[in-house]
């Protein structure tokens, strides 16, 4: 009788811990399937969020898109000085590139258009405006700069500035 009941302890203890540890396995493979399923959605959303090519081709709003041509529309010489602004190109909405090519002397410049709330482009002088050395050529990118108006002024001396304006 102490055999039997002996071996009745043994197989219900066996049974018990077996049970534990299937139920202990099953939570472990849960688990893992969890972790799986985050693992795979993360990475299915990264793809997502940093493919190559955009779905949507972005607008380009101003400026010159890469591989276009533009074409000359407005090309002007001047004089300008210390002691007054000038105006070279007026606010339109269809530039592309504008050119200021100085000469000898260096000119203060000012994009911007007043009647559009800019109130910068009111207080350009010799020392206020973004500088542009002498005998230099630089192109205004409309994408950055703008199609405001464009104020030039001498910042030492007169000197001849040649205004050139791609559409």
């Not at 109130?119 to 973004?130: D, Q, R, V």
Request: with cysteine.
């Amino acid at each position: 009788m102490w055999r039997t009941w002996s071996r009745h302890i043994i197989k219900v203890g066996f049974f018990i811990s077996n049970k534990k540890m299937k139920t202990e396995k099953n939570i472990y493979v849960a688990i893992m399937v969890i972790y799986a399923a985050i693992l795979v959605s993360l990475v299915i959303v990264m793809y997502g969020v940093f493919k190559s090519e955009p779905a949507v081709l972005p607008v380009v709003l101003k400026g010159a898109p890469q591989g276009l041509y533009s074409v000359l529309a407005v090309a002007t010489t001047t004089t300008v000085g210390p002691q007054e602004k000038k105006t070279v190109f007026t606010r339109n909405t269809s530039c592309v590139t504008r050119v200021l090519s100085t000469a000898g002397q260096a000119i203060m410049v000012l994009y911007g258009d007043p009647t559009n709330g800019d109130l910068a482009s009111t207080t350009i002088t010799s020392m206020a405006g973004h500088w542009q050395g002498a005998s230099t050529t630089v192109a205004y990118d409309a994408g950055i700069y703008g199609c405001g108006r464009m104020i030039v002024l001498g910042v030492a001396a007169s000197t001849t500035i040649t205004a050139t304006e791609f559409r």
